[in-house]
């Protein structure tokens, strides 16, 4: 998450666009 948390921000953005359901597991 330190190491690359601006791709996980970015791929996490990506999943709640597409089910938000999802992002809240």
Known sequence: ???????MSD???RLVKQN???AAA
């Open 20 to 22: 938000k359901p999802a």
């Open 1 to 7: 998450w330190v190491s690359n948390g601006a791709q």
């Open 11 to 13: 791929t996490v953005a």
